[in-house]
């Protein structure tokens, strides 16, 4: 049984030991840890370092504090990811959502055809992307379909979780093939487009934890996309926009594939660290 210790010790331990692994913001993530044992807030663990954690909280806390020393991603270790500022829960079946995803959210609400449009996310995964712009969008209604069935439940539960389970339906599917012509005024995607000729994703640390159905897509990485970009024609609604993710040097390809599918090229949106991360197409009007 371990010697009971205050909070606050417990926490600069820790700290010490996250920021030796090289692991940054060594003591918000030291909170979170512990506050994930205990059931408290982190901040509330900040406000009460003299709070004394009972022996089963510190053999939980020791216990995940030594997953992240070896390299699990925080938000597999609590079973929830912050994104678009909202808590999104995981499950082995998820991509854990990546904060250069949100470049997809933004450019989706930047070129929203309307303030209430029908909304598909294809690969929804988490349901993060569809579910950060319904919450941005309170007149939009979506869909969200997956092959995993896994991935759907965990895509309802944060449906439910956020208070948008009226507005949020899931579906299983192969991209979009069973949904009807016309499905959607804004389509938006995150598909896998790791190449497998680069060998493991470029973020193996975070990567080694998620499917490999959500990451790899074939030798170029682009196997997704000549199944995805052939249908968006057929799957937008008459004024309607596409928005997907892309991997690095991926643009030139993608934009080819989508033109030729006969979209209307319209921008490559940056992520944060300057790199085309979203590509928007329009449905070309109808002649």
Not at 134 to 148: E, F, I, K
Not at 197 to 211: I, L, N, Q, V
Not at 225 to 238: H, K
Request: net charge negative; aromatic share 6%; charged share 20%.
């Amino acid at each position: 049984m371990p010697e009971l210790m205050l909070a606050g010790d417990w926490l600069g331990k820790a700290a010490a030991a996250l920021h030796s692994a090289d692991v940054p913001r060594a003591m918000a993530e030291a909170r979170a840890l512990l506050a994930s044992a205990t059931g408290e807030t982190p901040s509330f663990l900040f406000a009460h370092p003299e709070r004394t954690l009972a022996p089963t909280e510190q053999v939980q806390a020791d216990a995940i504090l030594m997953q992240r020393i070896s390299g699990a991603p925080l938000g597999r270790i609590l079973g929830v990811k912050e994104f678009w500022s909202l808590p999104f829960l995981l499950s082995d079946e998820t991509l854990e959502p990546r904060p250069d995803t949100e470049t997809i959210v933004q450019a989706a609400l930047d070129h929203a055809p309307s303030a209430q449009p029908s909304v598909l996310d294809l690969g929804t995964g988490t349901g993060c992307i569809l579910l950060a712009v319904l919450h941005d969008l309170p007149a939009a209604t979506g869909v969200g379909v997956d092959c995993s069935v896994g991935a759907l439940k965990t895509a309802r539960a944060n449906a439910e979780a956020l208070s948008l389970q009226d507005r949020a339906a899931f579906m299983a599917g192969d991209w979009g093939r069973a949904l009807k012509p016309g499905a959607a005024d804004l389509i938006v995607s995150n598909p896998p487009y790791v190449a497998t000729k680069h060998g493991p994703a470029p973020d193996f640390a975070t990567a080694a934890y998620d499917p490999e159905l959500a990451l790899y897509a074939g030798a170029d990485g682009l196997n997704a996309y000549r199944t995805i970009l052939p249908d968006l024609p057929r799957l937008l609604a008459p004024g309607g926009v596409a928005v997907l993710e892309i991997g690095i040097h991926q643009m030139p390809q993608v934009r080819a594939l989508g033109e030729q599918a006969g979209l209307e090229w319209v921008e490559a949106r940056p992520d944060l660290a300057g790199i085309p991360r979203a590509v928007i197409f329009h449905q070309r009007p109808q002649k």
